[in-house]
T-cell receptor, first 115, second 111 residues
Framework: NAGVTQTPKFRVLKTGQSMTLLCAQD?????MYWYRQDPGMGLRLIHY???????AKGEVPDGYNVSRLKKQNFLLGLESAAPSQTSVYFC??????????????FGPGTRLTVT | GDSVTQMEGPVTLSEEAFLTINCTYT??????LFWYVQYPGEGLQLLLK?????DKGSNKGFEATYRKETTSFHLEKGSVQVSDSAVYFC??????????FGQGTRLTINP
């Protein structure tokens, strides 16, 4: 099993450009998440999905859109990139169970720089 | 709101030293508490967890006890190894689909 994979690993964008980050998981997990990690701030939840065809906003959703057309994939889109979106992006997945205990499985991250 | 505060890094120790990474939290209700570890070039992975007060989570020689009275979940290891060099994240789960992370602590172990 590959677990959670993310594409691309690195990307540099100019302000105003758009791009899509792809997250794929092969563990048949229902839940998927997108986080961003900024220096000194830990990980913050952008959007999440509790199943195919569903998405919901997290803590910092502005400037991002997501789609979950297939259970195994969760896409994060930036329509018009801004320097404030320079960050490391992590995707995660989990299986619904007792939410107090369930473990999230993380991808290796995508480092995005917006100039 | 819910938040997690970790001791600031980076932390540098010699091999076989005793490790403590402090973590305190603010939350309403009774959150679950987690420690995640990120090795260089990899994603985060769960190290240990505790779901109620006084629970002790343990894994790979690491331990942390859920202390409700001090709202803490400090990570400890009696004798660290070079292979423990990584970034450690404390996190709390106040409800379904929500995981709140601390800022991370970078640990370097020198041989």
């Amino acid at each position: 099993n590959a677990g959670v994979t993310q594409t691309p690993k690195f990307r540099v964008l100019k302000t105003g450009q758009s791009m899509t980050l792809l997250c794929a998981q092969d563990m048949n997990h229902e839940y998927m998440y997108w986080y961003r990690q900024d220096p000194g701030m830990g990980l913050r939840l952008i959007h999440y999905s509790v199943g195919e065809g569903t998405t919901a906003k997290g803590e910092v959703p502005d400037g991002y859109n997501v789609s979950r057309l297939k259970k195994q994939n969760f896409l994060l889109g930036l329509e018009s990139a801004a320097p404030s979106q320079t960050s490391v992006y992590f995707c995660a997945s989990s299986t619904p169970g007792r939410w107090e205990e369930d473990e999230q499985y993380f991808g290796p991250g995508t480092r995005l720089t917006v100039t | 709101g819910d938040s997690v505060t970790q001791m600031e890094g980076p932390v540098t120790l010699s091999e076989e030293a005793f490790l403590t990474i402090n973590c305190t939290y603010t939350a309403t209700g009774y959150p679950s508490l987690f420690w995640y570890v990120q090795y260089p070039g990899e994603g985060l992975q769960l190290l240990l967890k505790a779901t109620k007060a006084d629970d002790k989570g343990s894994n790979k020689g690491f331990e942390a006890t859920y202390r409700k009275e001090t709202t803490s979940f400090h990570l400890e290891k009696g004798s660290v190894q070079v292979s423990d060099s990584a970034v450690y994240f404390c996190a709390l789960r106040p409800g379904a689909q929500k995981l709140v992370f601390g800022q991370g602590t970078r640990l370097t172990i020198n041989p």
